[in-house]
């Protein structure tokens, strides 16, 4: 592999030699040059330098990869479903013994701060267990029809080859939590990670191969062309699938894809989280679930907390405390000693935060609390930020920002505060704070998402049924549902007389 930067971490240079990134296209076990040779650069966010060479598929490479995985099908589909647990059981106790490997690999390819990637790979690895799990469990139903004379048989099946594209985000964890539920079914998949972090993709897929997945069930294709890959695979009739996480505006285009062969689709899109906090809250709570729900993964998250809406009573003191724990947040690279927040993805992610922040400004709304950044000028750094008087129509809450932004708005009356909360397309992920557990939830049952947190700042967990409403998706990934996305319920009508 090329490496283009001054220098590699020590701590991923031996994972980054095994990945071979130059050759990493990864079809049938093995990893190839794309056919023309060439490659991407894969940049470091935080100081804005070529990392890495990646090899960069096209075409041909994509069919390759849908041949691989076609003809990998009907064996790994035959595959007893406890050797297929067992695999994806093994590939959970290597990827958790991995830890710190990959932790790095993500850091420095994404950005994060090293305890956000820790926390990643154990998301990541726990999505491997759960379906290694649910994997046996594919159950089925028997009965007589109503008006007898025959019997019904009802059952799963793989729904096939499936195409999986994934964002920058969660590296890891966006691939397994598609992986997971795909091999568990019995399907065969083609992977597409996003171009600024295909590292990771490369480093999961080995670590399948090593669990002992069947050579061509993974094959994962880096590329800078994402719709060239990508429209590939969509008109490919071997293709019964696709499940895309990414933002709404590319779910678009896929679902109107999808559309000309009726591909079975998946979409985890864009989120713009509402953060409630009520007069009753416990406010140290609510700081705390605050500061994960904003401030994991740099505001990175689909399911960041986009706007705060803060009773009026509460406001002051909330925002001293959230103000407060916001400026002690140590922002720097990933592998500087002791940082919580790493920089943005890009420097146009950069540019689209602050652009939010000013037209917020220049709307009347006040920085009030802000963190440090590195000094100097390298890196895609933005500092953690508290914006209060946010006026309640401002671009900055109708948006997803994707950074570590805080807008704070105050409420007095209830009803008109859930009309704000709901006045959006998107509907994936919402938090709300109360002393009484029944209002909390009352609330929670009138905001239009597919996720609610109730005290507390987190909702993502394998176990639990992971996806949005209105324009923040279609289907769920994780849980029991996760499994059905990848799988076709056929039923069988027996005469009976
Ligand atoms: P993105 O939509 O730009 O890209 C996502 C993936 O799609 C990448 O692999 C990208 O290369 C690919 N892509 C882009 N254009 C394409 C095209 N025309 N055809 C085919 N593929 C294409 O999103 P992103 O910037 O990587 O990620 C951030 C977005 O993802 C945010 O909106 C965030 O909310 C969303 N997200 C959602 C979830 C969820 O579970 N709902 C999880 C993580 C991220």
């Not at 920058?168 to 795909?182: D, L, V």
């Not at 802000?370 to 914006?387: H, K, N």
């Amino acid at each position: 592999m090329t490496i283009t930067a001054p220098t590699v971490p020590a701590r991923v240079a031996g994972l980054v030699a095994e990945l071979d990134a130059v050759r990493g296209v990864w079809i049938g076990g093995t990893g190839r040059a794309a056919t023309d040779g060439t490659t991407f650069a894969v940049d470091d966010p935080a100081t804005g330098e070529s990392i890495a060479a990646v090899a960069d598929a096209g075409t041909p490479e994509a069919v390759a990869a849908v041949d691989s995985a076609a003809a990998a099908l009907p064996g790994w589909a035959a595959t007893p479903a406890r050797t297929r647990g067992e695999a994806l059981r093994r590939a959970y106790e290597l990827m958790v013994a991995d830890t710190e490997r990959l932790a790095a690999l993500i850091a420095w390819e994404n950005g994060k701060a090293l305890p956000d990637a820790r926390a990643e790979v154990a998301y990541a690895a726990e999505f491997f267990r759960w379906f290694a799990e649910e994997a046996v469990r594919t159950d089925g139903e028997y009965g007589p029809s109503p008006a007898g004379g025959t019997r019904t048989v009802v059952t799963h099946v793989p729904v096939g080859v499936a195409a999986l594209v994934t964002p920058w985000n969660f590296p890891a964890a966006m691939a397994t939590r598609k992986i997971a539920p795909a091999l568990a079914a019995g399907c065969t998949v083609v992977l597409k990670p996003a171009s600024e972090t295909p590292l990771t993709a490369l480093a999961v897929a080995r670590i399948l191969t090593a669990a002992g997945v069947a050579d061509g069930v993974v094959n994962v294709v880096p590329t800078s062309s994402s719709s060239t890959v990508v429209t590939s695979w969509l008109e490919d009739p071997r293709v019964r699938k696709i499940s895309f996480t990414g933002s709404t505006p590319v779910g678009r285009i896929l679902l109107r894809q999808a559309a000309d062969r009726i591909v079975n689709s998946s979409m985890e899109l864009g989120g713009n989280a509402p953060f409630v906090v009520c007069e009753d809250a416990d406010l140290g709570a609510a700081v705390r679930g605050a500061m994960v729900a904003k401030f994991r993964n740099a505001g990175q998250a689909c399911t960041a907390a986009n706007r705060f809406y803060v009773h009026a009573d509460v406001a002051d003191e909330f925002v001293a405390r959230f103000g407060a724990a916001i400026e002690a947040l140590r922002v720097g690279s990933a592998f500087a000693d002791r940082t919580e927040i790493g920089p943005l993805v890009s420097s146009k992610a950069r540019a689209g935060v602050a652009a939010l922040v000013d037209e917020a400004t220049a709307g009347g709304a006040a920085v009030t609390h802000q963190a440090r950044v590195p000094s100097g000028d390298r890196g895609w750094f933005y500092p953690p930020t508290l914006l209060t008087g946010v006026d309640a129509g401002a671009a900055i809450l109708r948006n997803e920002v994707f950074g570590p932004v805080a807008p704070v708005v105050t409420w007095t009356s209830e009803d008109e505060m859930l009309r704000w909360v709901n006045d959006t397309e998107f509907g994936l992920a919402a938090y709300v704070y109360s002393g009484s557990l029944q209002r909390a939830m009352r609330i929670a049952e009138s905001v239009e998402a597919g996720m609610v947190g109730v005290n507390r700042g987190i909702v993502s967990d394998p176990s639990t049924p992971f996806g949005g409403v209105k324009q923040s998706g279609l289907g769920r990934e994780g849980a029991r549902e996760g499994l059905r996305e990848f799988q076709e319920t056929k039923y069988l009508s027996v005469e009976w007389t």
